[in-house]
């Protein structure tokens, strides 16, 4: 079971660890988990030796998202991520974007969802600093939170990765 930690904690473990250990960090909203989810969080955990997520907090999550989500509560994010094989701690963090605990972690391996190819990430300098590297991950074809609730508030499949009736 990982731990839900400050990023002040996880800075202190962090100088305890060998030399030679790969720390690998990801992040997001993680509202309502699904199968791409899980992909993302097992590849992320393959790349090292501790999974660190990075979870937005409520606030943020607002900002970035709208004012309908969260739908499921920082707390209760991080205590389900935190419960997760994969994940050894969670972070949560309240900024628009996890440079300041990229900071903390000082990561060997950033990963993102391959959604992202093709651009810079406002964080890549953050750790390429520390020596790390952004790797992207596959995507689960069909999955995301904000599919699923469209689907739920449609009617519709979409929740199940259908496509919608034409």
């Known amino acids: 079971m990982g731990l839900i930690v400050s990023r002040e904690a996880f800075a202190a473990f962090r100088d305890t660890l060998r030399p030679t250990a790969r720390v690998v960090f990801t992040n997001g909203c993680f509202d309502l988990l699904h199968v791409g989810h899980m992909s993302l969080l097992n590849f992320a955990r393959s790349l090292g030796d501790t999974l660190v997520v990075g979870l937005n907090s409520d606030a943020s999550v607002k900002r970035f998202k709208g004012p309908d989500r969260p739908i499921v509560s920082q707390d209760e994010r991080a205590e389900v991520l935190a419960a ?23 990561p060997r391996y950033h990963v993102k969802g391959a959604d992202y190819a093709g651009r810079r990430l406002i964080e890549a300098d953050e750790v ?9 991950a596959q995507l689960v074809d069909n999955r995301s939170t904000t599919r699923l609730i469209q689907g739920l508030r449609n009617g519709n499949d979409t929740a199940r990765g259908d496509e919608p009736p034409a």
């Open 84 to 106: 997760l094989p994969p994940v050894d701690f969670v972070i949560i963090f309240d900024e628009d974007d996890p440079r300041e605990t990229i900071k903390a972690v000082k």
């Open 128 to 136: 390429e600093a520390h020596g790390g590297e952004v790797v992207l």
